[in-house]
């Protein structure tokens, strides 16, 4: 599964709900992230409640933002 793909594809509902508290969401992927081996389906709901989750708990007019990058042959997610 392409981890970007997955995470650009739950960033609108992300972006929305924090758009209705005055904040924003954010997406900051490397372009050449190797593919993971998961079930795309099942990442992409923990991907959305855990974007979901982030947005609800910052303060108004707050941001999100998650990051996907390679480390060695890893690939690590950080959300600030």
Do not use: H
Not at 17 to 42: F, I, M, N, Q
Not at 50 to 79: F, H, I, K, Y
């Amino acid at each position: 599964v392409s981890l970007g793909d997955l995470l650009r594809g739950v960033l609108p509902a992300a972006e929305a709900r924090a758009a209705r508290r005055g904040g924003r969401a954010a997406v900051d992927a490397e372009p050449a992230l190797p593919r993971v081996t998961a079930d795309g389906v099942r990442l992409a709901e923990a991907l959305a409640l855990l974007l979901g989750a982030a947005t609800d708990r910052v303060p108004d007019g707050g941001s999100v933002r998650v990051a996907a990058a390679r480390a060695g042959g890893r690939v690590t997610l950080t959300l600030d």
